[in-house]
């Protein structure tokens, strides 16, 4: 069975990723950092509807412990290899730069650029050597546009772009793809303290998106009818950046 390492893929966009890809065949493993309760219920979400499931704890921004979880896994897993990694764990620490801390920049910067190379590079060696390999980058409108209040969050996924880009143009070759999904304002917890109500009045669809949506997008380009298609960026946000 193929397997899917999907990074915080216990909530929000990363659930919604989790379960698609569980509904089409993979063998999911459910990153996440803290909260194992979200986790087990993930994946027992996924087995109880005939997937294959397991939950899988590491820091995305620790690098060592990333490595020795996967190299565990792969391990005690001889026989299989993770084929798909969807870099989805991200945080968001909202503030102008004036008032910024220096805690709120490292820590997203952490999370949702260094992950990237964290994880990445603890799987892509196999991924060449097999000739076979899915990698999605969850961006966001904020990296391709840019928001006020959001130089962090913006500068660390506008660089998960750039890094996708690149990595694709190493790998391609090897018959690994790289791409990145941008979504926009999507209904999970990471967006609950926005107001909806006047913000969709921006968008030309006139509403928020759906994780599964999202998650529609990622499991097309994990698929062999995707394999011509790398390196680059999907949005999905409504129109409101195009």
Do not use: H
């Not at 909530?11 to 065949?25: E, P, T």
């Not at 892509?124 to 076979?132: A, G, P, W």
């Amino acid at each position: 069975m193929k397997t899917a390492l999907v990074t915080g893929g216990s909530r929000g966009i990363g659930k919604a990723i989790s379960l698609r890809l569980a509904k089409d065949g993979f063998n999911i493993l459910v990153n996440y950092k803290s909260n194992e309760k979200a986790a087990d219920e993930t994946v027992e979400v996924i087995k109880n509807e005939g997937g294959n499931a397991e939950a899988m704890q590491f820091d995305v921004t620790d690098r060592e412990a990333v490595r020795k979880a996967i190299a565990k896994w792969q391990e005690s897993n001889s026989g299989s290899a993770i084929e798909v990694l969807v870099n989805n764990a991200g945080i968001r620490k909202d503030n102008l730069l004036m008032s910024m801390t220096d805690e709120e920049w490292d820590s997203v910067i952490d999370t949702n650029l260094n992950s990237v190379y964290n994880v990445t590079s603890a799987v892509i060696t196999q991924m060449m050597y097999n000739k076979k390999g899915r990698i999605v980058n969850i961006a966001s409108l904020s990296g391709i546009k840019g928001l006020p209040g959001q130089m962090n969050y913006s500068s660390a996924k506008a660089a998960m772009i750039g890094a996708t880009k690149a990595l694709a143009q190493e790998v391609g070759r090897r018959k690994v793809t790289v791409n990145a999904v941008a979504p926009g304002f999507i209904s999970t917890d990471m967006t609950q303290d926005i107001n909806e109500k006047e913000f969709r009045k921006l968008i030309p669809v006139g509403r928020f998106g759906k994780p599964e949506e999202v998650a529609s997008v990622v499991a097309f380009l994990v698929t062999d009818e995707a394999s011509y298609i790398t390196g680059e960026v999907i949005s999905v946000n409504g129109g409101l950046y195009t």
